[in-house]
Every structure is written in structure tokens, then in C-alpha cells.
């Protein structure tokens, strides 16, 4: 796609405008990005990442449908004492807390009135909007019967369990996000009405987003609270549990919005307008600092809570070393980094600290529900068709994620008038 | 007057998803202040590890009553004791709702078998983790399980303590939890004992009213001075359980655990469950004031710019 801009192609929306030689673009020509079909799949065969997607998917989309025609036992190990696999454990865990930016950013620019942050608020939304959408598509794969998932709402009600909150939260807060979201789509569609319909409500959005996201968060963590004595005390801890996952998914959220801008910037520049790209490194340095603070609320919250359980002991055991491990590589060396970043002003190794975090983020969850679960039975490695099919859902998300932002006007602002 | 109107916009914004929010919330609210100690005239089952011999008669039993599919090796043949799966001795399966496992325990004369299945808890793990209410602790004392309803979520085994529920992976379209049931709908609902019960040659089970067994069991242990262990497991393990085992070897040799605590598993949840109401009802007005002070600061910012110091003074 640079190429084609950079020979002057007369992309939709690429000088942020909505109106082309004085015609505006119609829907087929902005789908298509103003290229020609025989163009498209040119700069579609260009791409190598394509290459490397389609393999993927050509080895992961079969297996995924064997996972539906033969049933979960022919995916995974079917194991009993591990009831949760990658699909869970990767998909839903992870993803979630990487998709609070959705709600961070809201906040921000809504409740507080940072208009500084505006520039990249839409970006957050959506990786919220498709993560959470993507950790339902994970969930679907799971769950034994996928057609069933509408019971909890409506056919069978058991609201005392922690699941039943988790999934009228997310099912709620997936509206609240493609709410948000809609006008984007307005504005690249030219429906005005929807545009204006949603900003009327865009606050009261907002705060039911904090609600939502707060409990749902602390919900996920909660789950574990029905093993005592399954999960590793270390990871475990009945009164703040709830806390760990809703704080983490803080620092997880704006880092994962960082490591997404960032490539953004590295591979979208051509989609990206000057607003995106010349405050980045602005708000780069404000995630950072809100990421910093809630990193460090986490630190301190899990001293506590070993203090409170009396858990000390448990450091010097192998376990406790990979726990330290895991607190090392996921928490403090991201403090350092950031810190640094933010005393030298050094985007560059903020953006860094952040793929740290992530991935430090990504640890935590995984290890808390299938490392350190069942910890004195033992581990279980995951099924090599759990492992592709957990890629190429993945995948198909990030393929995803892509279709997007070439499109609605998320790195870029759609002005009425040039 | 213009901050006034975005002030209203603003309240009926938060009113709004405050209303939403408890309404989404009340079924939890009730949860947390409600506790369960088990039906007082519950049956239960007494198991005494001691007269066991490991014929699997009880696995046939439940096998037949529960129409189960045929097992891998027919129920006579003993080398069962033997499998080991990920270091651990066989457990329940979507083929089998119990299983009676070889334990060699030093200084003991001859091997201790336990036979183990869904102990039925006073106030189970799986039925308070259930989204979709598919389990019901019946007045009767079983903990039974409606697969009309299961979404599959597999939460239940999560939470079960005892590694009881196994599911139906190899089903592709209809996976379902299996687990005993106490033969609840055959026999427990009429009065009758469960199929392994009736079918032990050992008499290793006392089926009766749990609150019978649980003075029986207790007769026994002083009855037989030095024989027992002193402690009837599940009388108070997570809350009580409707089955429950006398040993004469500790209870961790064969395969229990003994840390599991007496606090029903819900309980280690209600921590998070008090802080659902909370968060709803207190972060629309918190968050409603950030706003408000954000605001402000801002149109203080932008009345300064606006007038100038003779106007204030005016």
C-alpha cells in the first residue's frame, strides 16, 4: 500500500477528506481502498505477511473445522484434570486484560476531559471492540456446545456463579464498544445520523464501560477463586484476586495499546495522518506513565497479599522461584524500563518496556491458569492441534485488526470539508 | 448556564448506566448474604475403607445401573490397579462415574483399596460455579445435574475439589458433564439405596440419613480403640459432604486431601461477590465526580480566557 501512495494513487480519505475530485467515494471504492480489483490482489501478493497468513490458514482452518466436526476430544487431550486449555487459558485470559484500553481511554478522554489523548482513543477502542470480540470467538471454540451460548441469558439463569457476571458483562460491553465505535463507522459510511445519535450518549457509555470493565476484569480472576488448592497459593489468593486481574489488565491494556500504535506506525504509516503519527511519541510517554503506576499498585498489592496469606515461605521452593521469576521479567523489569523511558523521554524504550509488559502480562495469565493449576498434580503440554488452531484464530484477529484500520478512519480523521 | 445543561446531560448519562448496572447485579447481591448448610434429613453414604477389597463389584454395579458403555477392561480384571496416567491412579471418566483405586501404604499389612465418586457436598463447588443453574442439590441429599442446559464452560470441574466431573470430549455434538448422581432418579428418590451400595458383597457402605451416619461413624471409631483414624472425612471437608470415609490408615496415604479446609467452596468466592455491589453502586458516583472536577477545571480555564479581571470584579 505505501507504493501505491507513494505514487500518488488517490486512496480514500488519504488526505483526509471525505470528497475526491469532487465526487465522494463510493462504498465498493472505499472497500477496496480506490484500487482496482486486479490492483488490490497486487499489493495483496506483495505483502509477505500475507504469504505467511494464508499458510496459516490453509493448515489452520481444516483443524479448525475438525474441531467442530470431530469434537473437542479430537482437538485437545480431552484431559479432565486440566477442564481449561489454551483456547481459555490464551484466548480468553490473555486477551482480555491486552483489551481494557478500550475502557482506559474512554475514561481518559470522556470522564476526564484528556482531549490530549484524542488522537489515539479510537485505536483503543477498537483494539478493545475486537479483543473482546475475539476472546467470545476463542470461548466458542471451547465451550462443549457453542450454539447453547445465549442459556445464561436467557434460558437458564444462574446468577450466583462468577461465569454468569463475566458473560453479561462482556455480552453488554461488547455493545458498549461497537457503540463507541459507530462513529468511525459513520463517518466512513457518511451516516451523519448515527454519528450524532451515539455522541449524545457517548458519556453514559463511557461510565457503564468503567462498570463493566472493572467487574468483568476482576470477574476473570475471580474464576480461579474457585480453586483454592488447585492454583499455586502464590497465584491464588481468595480476597485479592479479583484486584490482581482488574489491576493488571490496567498496565496490560496501555501497553498493548503502545505495542499495537507502534506498529501502526511501523506498517500502517501510509494509513496513519499527521495527527496519528505526530503526537504518538506525546502519548506514548501518557501510557507509559499510567502503565508505571498501575504496575506499581500491582507490585505492592501482591507483596500484600503474600504477607496476608503468609505465602513466604512458599518463595524459596522451586515454584517461588518461578514466581519470582515471573514478578522479574513481568513486573519489575517493566517499572525499570518504563521509568527510565520516562525520566530520559525516550519513547523508543517505552515502547519496548511495553511488548516487556505484554508479554509479562501474557505469562502471568497463562501461568495462572494452567502452570501453576494443578500444581502438585502436574503439567500438562497442550495438544499440537490446540496449539494451530489457537494461531490461526489468532491470526484470523489480526487479519482482522487490519481490514480495519486500512479502512475506517481510526489512524486517521475524516474532515467534512477539506 | 451551559455548564449546567452538560451537568444534567451528564447525571442522566450516569443514572442511566447506574440502572443498568443493578439491574445486571441483583442476583449476585442476594448470593453473597445467603449461606446454605445442607438439608437437615439429607441421606449420605458411610464408607469404611477398612472392609474393603478391591472387587470393583460397585464399579459393575454403577456401570449397569447407569447404563455406561462398556469399559476398556472387563470389571474382573485387577491389573486397573496398576494404571498410572500423568502419575496419578485412575479417576472418574465419561466412562466410568466411580472407580476403586490400590493404595500400598507402608507398614500396613496388604493393600488399602478406596472407592471414590461425587461425594455430594452440602454446598457444592460445581452447583455455585454453574452459569446456567444446571446443577440442583436435591432435599434428598444428591447433587444432580440437568444436561439439557450445559453450555459446556466445564467451570464446574474447575471448581470441583475432588476432580469428580469428567465430560463427554469425544462428543462433537453433545458433550455433557458425567458424574454419579447418587442414582438419584433410579433409586435415591424413592428411597433406595445407590446401585454400588446395594451391590457391595463387603458391606463396605451404610447408605442412611447423613446425620445417622455421621454418630455411626463416630460410635465406631470408639468402639474400635486404635482401629480408626479419628476423624470422618467429609463430615466437615468443604462444608460437609453426603458421602463420608472412616480409615484405619492416615486419610493422605490414600489419596484424599486432607488440606482442602472445612469452608464450602463458595465461601473462598463471596470475597469478589461483596465487591459486585460496590463497584456498581460506587463508581458511577466517583466517576461521575472525576468528570465533574475535569470539567471544571476546564471551564474555569475557559471563563478566565473569556472575561477579563474588571468583568470578575463587576
Known sequence: ?????????????????????????????????????????????????????????????????????????????GSYDYPWGLFLGWGLFVMVPLS????????????????????????????????????????????????????????????????????WHVATYLSVQVAELLPAVAEWGNWPGMKKFVKSMILGLTISGIILSTLHQGALGALFTYAPGKVHPLWYSSPFQWFYFFCSSIFAGLSMLIVVSTLCKRFLSWRCDRRFLDNLDHQTMGLAKGAVLSLITYLVIKIIAIAHAENWAYLVTGWGGYYLLEICFGVLLPIVLYTKALRNNRPGLARFAALVTVLGIALNRINTALVAFNWNLYREIPHWREVIISITVYTLYIVTYRFILYRLPILYQIKAKP | MKNLLDRRKFLKGGLASGVLASVLGTGKKAFAEHSFGGYPNSMGVLVDLSKCIGCRTCEAACNKEQEMPAPDKPFDDMSVFDEIR??????TSEKTHTVVNRYDVPGHDGPVFRKF????????????????????????????????????????????????????????????????????DTRLKNGRPPACVEACPQEVMTFGKRRDLIKLGHERIQKNPGKYIDHIYGEKEVGGTAWMYLSSVPFAEVGFNTELGDQPIVNYVKEFLTVVPMVLTIWPALFTGFHLLAKRKENQKESQKATTPSDRNA
Not at chain 2, 500423568?86 to 479417576?91: A, L, P, V
Not at chain 2, 452447583?127 to 440437568?146: M, R
Request: proline share 6%; net charge positive.
Open chain 1, 1 to 77: 500500500m505505501k507504493r501505491f501512495v507513494a505514487q500518488g494513487y488517490d486512496l480514500p480519505f488519504i488526505n483526509n477528506t471525505a470528497i475526491s475530485g469532487g465526487k465522494k467515494w463510493t462504498i465498493k471504492e472505499k472497500l477496496l481502498l480506490g484500487l482496482t480489483p486486479s490492483q488490490y490482489m497486487d499489493q495483496f501478493v506483495r505483502n509477505p505477511f500475507n504469504w505467511l497468513f494464508t499458510l496459516i490458514f490453509m493448515v489452520g482452518l481444516p483443524i479448525l473445522a475438525g474441531r467442530f466436526y470431530y469434537g473437542l476430544g479430537w482437538a485437545t487431550h
Open chain 1, 100 to 167: 481494557a484500553s478500550g475502557f482506559m481511554l474512554g475514561t481518559t478522554v470522556e470522564v476526564f476531559g484528556r482531549e490530549d489523548f484524542k488522537p489515539i482513543e479510537r485505536l483503543a477502542l477498537l483494539n478493545g471492540l475486537l479483543g473482546y470480540l475475539f476472546a467470545v470467538i476463542f470461548l466458542q471454540v471451547d465451550l462443549g456446545q457453542p450454539w447453547r451460548l445465549i442459556y445464561p441469558m436467557f434460558v437458564s439463569l444462574g446468577p450466583a456463579a462468577v461465569l454468569f457476571l463475566v458473560a
Open chain 2, 86 to 91: 500423568h502419575g496419578q491412579k485412575r479417576r
Open chain 2, 117 to 184: 465418586q461425587c461425594n455430594h457436598c452440602n454446598e457444592p463447588g460445581c452447583l455455585s460455579s454453574c452459569f446456567v443453574n444446571a446443577y440442583t442439590k436435591t432435599p434428598e441429599g444428591a447433587v444432580v445435574y440437568n444436561e439439557k442446559v450445559c453450555v459446556g464452560c466445564r467451570t464446574c470441574m474447575i471448581a470441583c475439589p475432588f476432580y469428580v466431573p469428567a465430560y463427554k470430549y469425544s462428543s462433537p455434538i453433545n458433550p455433557v458433564i458425567t458424574k454419579c448422581k447418587m442414582c438419584y
